[in-house]
Nanobody
Framework: QVQLAESGGGSVQSGGSLKLSCTAS????????????MAWFRRAAGQGREGIAV???????KYAESVEGRFIISRDNSKNTVFLEMNNLIPGDTAMYYC??????????????????WGQGTQVTVSS
């Protein structure tokens, strides 16, 4: 019903910045996206999937402590897109980054069970 596609990943030097985008490719997305929470998760090598940023229908946000103050999540409903601005990147940020669409609105949860649709991921690699 909904397909999400991330873009904007790549290889950068420590201290650099990247802006990730996630755009819906399903026409149904336009019907549900504005009212549903969106999140960014990441999976680093040898680690589980970590929720790092979430934005709800009221544009309230929550960040994982590991990225607080460095990453900014935003959404543009007119473009069916959620963004993740990543600043002051460090090697520990190296991971596959995924966007996710929740199955409800209003919440700011990092629990995977609250998200129904997932993108294919975009790789971010930060070198020292």
């Amino acid at each position: 019903q909904v397909q999400l596609a991330e873009s904007g990943g790549g290889s950068v030097q420590s201290g650099g910045s990247l802006k990730l985008s996630c755009t819906a490719s399903s026409t149904l997305y336009t019907l549900v996206y504005p009212n549903l929470s969106m999140a960014w998760f990441r999976r680093a090598a040898g680690q589980g999937r970590e929720g790092i940023a979430v934005i709800n229908n009221e544009h309230r946000t929550k960040y994982a402590e590991s990225v607080e103050g460095r990453f900014i999540i935003s959404r543009d409903n007119s473009k069916n897109t959620v963004f993740l601005e990543m600043n002051n990147l460090i090697p520990g940020d190296t991971a596959m980054y995924y966007c996710a669409l929740a199955n409800a609105y209003g919440h700011l949860n990092f629990d995977d069970s609250w998200y129904t649709y997932w993108g294919q991921g975009t790789q971010v690699t930060v070198s020292s």
